[in-house]
């Protein structure tokens, strides 16, 4: 929202520098994003006078002037190429060393041989055009009228002295996306009475009844429609006051009774339209949503086919207008219309949006309507419109209107008490206060004791209760004057994490302590991440986006394992030759789509190994570590994945169940992402783990008798594996409390399909100590049921 | 007898005197020849029969005598020598230390984590509770229910993931608040943290992020009740010297609303490049709690009322590391990764 201060000044007696006011708005709410010197551009540039102009001795389409610029020189020498100027004449003079637009630097110099001590300027060069200053769009030298003082800086004279505030309009404040609802603002903030808009204007005698009929046929999405005829148009120019505004707020200047809408909109925040009267059929209007297939070219020249969700502003055949958000090219205002007619409405707000939204259309005027008009705003508008067009002398208005549902606005009203508003903010502010600073802002307070009867003003359709009163006080009173309080009158509650949240911290810290870095990833992921991968039936399961940023982000995932791998990919590319991530997030399972039942978001443990000194089973440290750690047991068994090789996969088990998988990616996916070393994947279902942990504290007795450990070398097909050589060794003897495979090797004495596996097997005795016969004797049973049930011997 | 054990303690004297037991060795062999089986005391011991039974007792004192002298004699070497022995031993033992430690080295915490964390541990001390809502939310709980209907210019404020039907990509951690407020009757103290989505990616947004939204329902709760936790949060999370300043705002669910700055660490508040010259950074939004919302929960607002702040997790991040750039959070470069420690 732009905001001209010359234009703030008409209705608020501004009396601070631009910095300061800008300071005070941003406190009261109103942040200003931006505050624009309009001329910061131009720097020593200033009103010259023409003394002399001499041919150039050495050019036939230079000349050399002789300026007088009052204290900055009286005797200037400039070398210019323009020749609309004469003696005598006043011009904008960029002396030597200047700013002009564009970030253009003038200094001294030399004109095949003649010096020039500055430059002569159009108005271009000062970045202005004739809706600024009237003859600045002239090819040549910017001529100045009026009589300048020689010296003096130019930006005052062509309208650059000025200033523009930028301010972000919060959309609880519709009423603010005006100059006018910001100087309303402005006067309470200053305490300075504010100026009323001028809104009258003498009627001609013919009715607007007589020129059109105006009719609405649905209310709902438009709750008052005026409209007012003004015939007898004529083409005089827009005065220059009134261009210069709408350039200031980046509007261009088009024809007398346009401007006055756009600088009614910008005025007072409402959208107005004007219609000429000679192109709608029936001299009709009708306000009606449109008709299935319906057709309009806007002023834009877009065609839009329309539904009956649309709202359109019709005559007796066809749309002219959508509403709210622009005019159609069938009645747009030309050079020679005669008569026009006025339309100032409250169109409902949703509607406006979704119709902008499906339509993709936009304008100043629909984002207006988006935000919210008020009806009242609607009535003065119109009023403002016409002593406009008066003012302009561009037409003669009619003696009536058609105002259509014209709201009998009733101001709301607030009851409420002083102590009610302090209860909320925690602080005292005195009734006086309350009530001064209620009154500034156009509320009317009624003060009885502590109760308080407040009539919102009628333009102010975000005040409802209590608490918008409170944040209206605080906001003018001072946020500074909050004082920081400690839950004074609460009540105490118990805090921290609960068993699950802690079970998850030490999950993570577990894994930690395995040398593994805390990964994030995206939630979504890419359909190609899945083709990558070789799961595309997984990927067609996944939840749709409907509207990503892109197709790279528009799954949500099933499995972590793309987005590892990704990001070992992304390190392995940088150069990062080992690493150890993991990440404890969701996955998103839906039953089915379009989602009839939220999905369960299932909490996932992913790691991803890569480096020399790395290989499955470092990578199966980390399951380890959180087996150890949730207090459960996982096994493994061989399987296959389709990202993952063939031979080095396994699934994990916990019981019958399975909870993962742990793997090296395929050879075939590293070649083809150009990766040099095995990367390590693995996925666990860490939802199920969290389920059957047992993570608390289970202290046995130290064993009274020591330990017996003995190794057992075993000679085996390489078909065995280690888990089953372990099971055996567990159930052949119940002492055997722990078996630990130490050593694998292959030789040619061992024989092709053959391997040696060394177990260190510890036995905790129970009852009594085990005496090295008896250890002895375990261990020939051991290998019995090792050569029995494995085909294994002893070495 | 007296002669002989005189003897032989002489001899002994005489082959210490010689230096015949130099070194361990010499020393075992010395004792042996002596005190072993078959040694010459051990022969005296064994010709105890042929001494008149008369002279036995003094003989067999004089040889006890002999005995214990011979093995204090021994032993003491022996103690001597081991010693010497260990004493050259450690002085040929010299290592580098300044050699490089063997270690393992631990893995890291993200950084975003860590900023969780550190809130809760902070907020968790006031007496809050950490609730965990669903990602994937209903239309109602991320905006209906949050005073924010279909079609409000409010929703413009969040450009939102949808995923069809009434579900949405939560776009606030405020949808932890109805949950809770559902469930809960107060009093209520709790965090919701966790990730949120909004379709907007550059050098400072991330269409995923964290957030952390905190809520307080009670009797008598106050805007300064807001500014006194707040301002706990700031000095615990930064420096014990970083003030908070409250500017009004706007968002459907609080009234009246805050946008909250912290004093600029960097510059202490005197204006630098971070803060934009301004001496302040905005960190989060926060207010009342709209009194619609807690009648959608079904909590009387006459009896209560309550505060609501949202925080960016990363925004956080990056303002207590000095981390440029929201993306670095994200790729996950184990270079970055490494430098956040528990």
Redesign the interface.
């Given at each position: 929202m732009k905001v001209p201060l010359s234009w703030l000044k008409d209705y608020v007696d501004v009396d601070i520098p631009a910095e300061e006011l800008a300071q005070k708005l941003?406190?009261?709410?109103l942040e200003v994003e931006e505050l624009v010197y309009v001329g910061q551009e131009i720097e020593r540039c200033v009103v010259g006078r023409i003394v002399r102009i001499e041919p150039h001795p050495d050019s036939d389409h230079l000349q050399v002037c002789l300026l007088d610029c009052g204290s900055f020189g009286e005797a200037i020498q400039i070398v210019t190429g323009a020749h609309n100027i004469r003696e005598g004449d006043l011009v904008p003079v960029a002396l030597d060393g200047s700013s002009l637009h564009g970030g253009v630097k003038i200094k001294k110099g030399k004109l095949r041989g003649v010096a020039s001590c500055g430059m002569l300027c159009s108005g271009e060069e000062l970045g202005i055009n004739g809706d600024w200053y009237d003859g600045a769009d002239v090819n040549g030298i910017l001529l100045l009228h009026g009589d300048p003082a020689p010296g003096s800086d130019i930006r005052p004279v062509v309208g650059l002295d000025d200033y523009i505030f930028d301010i972000a309009v919060?959309?609880?404040?519709p009423d603010c996306q005006s100059v006018y609802g910001i100087a309303r603002e402005v006067s309470a903030i200053l305490g300075k009475p504010l100026k009323p808009l001028a809104l009258d204007y003498t009627p001609a005698s013919f009715s607007t009844a007589d020129a059109v009929t105006v009719s609405v046929e649905a209310p709902d999405l438009c709750p008052r429609y005026i409209a007012h005829y003004v015939a007898g148009l004529n083409n005089a120019p827009t005065p220059l006051w009134m261009r210069r505004r709408l350039a200031l707020c980046g509007l261009r200047s088009i024809r007398n009774v346009v401007d006055i809408t756009n600088f009614v909109l910008l005025e007072t925040g409402q959208p107005m339209h004007a219609f000429d009267v000679s192109h709608l059929a029936g001299k009709q209007i009708v306000v009606r949503r449109a008709r299935q297939g319906e057709k309009i070219v806007t002023l834009d020249e877009k065609e839009f086919t329309l539904t009956s969700e649309n709202l359109a502003i019709c005559d007796a055949e066809k749309p002219v207008a959508l509403a709210g958000i622009m005019g159609g090219l069938n009645s747009e205002i030309e050079e020679n219309t005669p008569a026009v007619l006025f339309e100032c409405a409250k169109f409902e707000?949703?509607?406006i949006?979704?119709t902008s939204r499906a339509l993709g259309q936009k304008s100043d005027s629909s984002a207006r309507y988006?935000?919210?008009v008020d009806a009242y705003t609607t009535g003065i508008a119109v009023n403002r419109a016409l002593h406009l067009v008066q003012e302009l002398g561009c037409g003669t208005i009619a003696r009536d209107r058609f105002d259509i549902n014209a709201e009998t606005v009733q101001p709301k009203a607030v009851e409420t008490t002083v102590s009610a508003i302090n209860?909320?903010?925690?602080?005292a502010v005195p009734r006086e206060e309350i009530c001064r600073i209620l009154t500034s802002l156009n509320f009317s307070v009624t003060c009885e004791g502590d109760a308080l009867t407040v009539l919102v003003p009628a333009y102010r359709e975000d005040v409802e209760?209590y608490?918008?009163l409170?944040?209206e006080v605080?906001?003018m009173y001072g946020?500074?004057r909050?004082?920081?309080?400690?839950?004074?009158?609460?009540?105490?509650?118990?805090?921290?994490?609960?068993a699950a949240?802690k079970l998850e911290?030490r999950a993570?810290?577990a894994?930690?302590?395995?040398?593994?870095?805390?990964?994030?990833?995206?939630?979504?992921i890419s359909p190609k991440d899945y083709a990558l991968l070789r799961m595309e039936e997984e990927g067609k399961r996944a939840?749709?986006?409907?509207?990503?940023?892109g197709e790279d982000?528009s799954l949500?995932r099933t499995t972590l394992v793309p987005s590892l791998l990704e990001?070992a990919v992304?390190?392995l590319r940088?150069g990062?030759d080992a690493?150890?991530?993991?990440e404890l997030?969701?996955i998103?399972l839906a039953e089915k789509?379009?989602?009839?039942a939220?999905?369960e978001?299932r909490k996932t443990l992913g790691i991803a190994v890569w480096g020399a000194a790395e290989d499955f089973y470092t990578a199966k440290g980390a399951f380890a570590a959180l087996e150890k750690e949730l207090g459960l047991r996982l096994t493994y068994a061989a399987a296959q994945a389709p990202y993952l090789h063939p031979g080095m996969c396994a699934e994990v088990l916990l019981g019958d169940k399975r909870v993962g998988v742990l793997g090296c990616l395929a050879p075939d996916l590293a070649e083809q992402l150009s990766l040099d070393m095995p990367v390590y994947l693995g996925e666990l279902d860490y939802a199920a783990l969290a389920e059957r942990a047992d993570a608390a504290v289970h202290y046995a007795p130290l064993p009274k008798f020591p330990e017996v450990k003995r190794d057992l070398a075993l000679l085996a097909d390489e078909a065995v594996t280690c888990a089953e050589a372990e099971a055996v060794i567990e159930q052949s003897c119940k002492y055997v409390s722990a078996v630990h495979l130490f050593d694998v090797y292959r030789s040619e004495q061992l024989g092709a399909g053959k391997k040696s596996m060394a177990f260190s097997v510890t036995f905790t005795p129970r009852e009594k100590a085990i005496s090295p016969e008896e250890a002895d004797g375990y261990i020939r049973r051991i290998v019995k049921a090792l050569n029995e049930k494995l085909g294994l011997s002893q070495r | 007898m007296k002669e002989r054990t005189e003897s032989i303690k002489r001899e002994i004297e005489q082959r210490f005197a010689a230096g015949g037991c130099a070194t361990s060795k010499e020393l075992i062999d010395l004792k042996m020849e002596y005190l072993g089986k078959g040694g010459k005391i051990s022969a005296l011991s064994k010709g105890m029969r042929d001494v008149p039974a008369e002279e036995r007792p003094e003989a067999g004192r004089l040889l006890g005598e002999l005995r214990a002298w011979a093995e204090e004699l021994f032993n003491a070497r022996e103690k001597e020598l081991k010693r010497a022995e260990l004493a050259a031993k450690v002085a040929g033992e010299r290592i580098d230390v300044t050699m490089p430690a063997k270690f393992h080295a631990g893995g890291s915490v993200h950084p975003v984590t860590l900023v969780r964390r550190e809130l809760e541990e902070i907020f968790a001390g006031m007496g809050f509770c950490v609730f965990e809502g669903p990602e994937i939310e209903r239309d109602y709980y991320n905006f209906q229910a949050l005073n924010i209907p279909a079609d409000h210019p409010a929703r413009d404020m969040q450009d939102t993931f949808f995923v069809g039907g009434e579900y949405l990509l939560r776009s606030q951690t405020s949808s932890g608040q109805i949950r809770v407020m559902e469930q809960t009757p107060p009093p209520i103290k709790v965090l919701s943290p966790g990730r949120v989505y909004r379709s907007d990616s550059d050098a400072t947004h991330s269409p995923m992020f964290h957030q952390m939204e905190g809520l307080v329902v009670d009797k008598h709760v106050t805007l300064c009740d807001l500014k006194g936790i707040l301002d706990e949060f700031a000095r615990r999370m930064f420096t014990a010297e970083t003030k908070t300043r409250f500017r009004p705002s706007y968002f459907p669910f609080t009234e009246p609303s805050v946008e909250v700055d912290l004093s600029c660490k960097n510059c202490g508040g005197k204006g630098c490049r971070i803060c934009k010259g301004t001496g302040w950074i905005e960190v989060l939004g926060a207010g009342m709690v709209n009194r619609k919302v807690l009648a959608n929960c079904g909590i009387d607002p006459d009896v209560y009322t309550g505060f609501a702040f949202g925080i960016g997790l990363e925004r956080i991040a990056m303002i207590k590391y000095g981390i440029g750039d929201i993306r670095l959070l994200f790729e996950n470069d184990v270079r970055f990764l490494r430098q956040f420690k528990d």
């Open positions: 941003f406190s009261c709410g919060t959309a609880n404040r707000r949703a509607n949006r979704r988006e935000k919210g209860a909320l903010l925690g602080i209760d608490p918008d409170a944040e605080i906001r946020y500074d909050i004082e920081g309080t400690f839950l004074r009158n609460a009540s105490g509650t118990t805090g921290g994490l609960n949240q911290a993570a810290a894994l930690r302590g395995q040398g593994f870095c805390e990964a994030v990833t995206y939630s979504f939840i749709r986006i409907v509207n990503p940023i982000m949500m990001a992304r390190n940088r990062n690493g150890r991530l993991f997030a969701n998103y789509q379009p989602l009839a939220p999905p978001e | -």
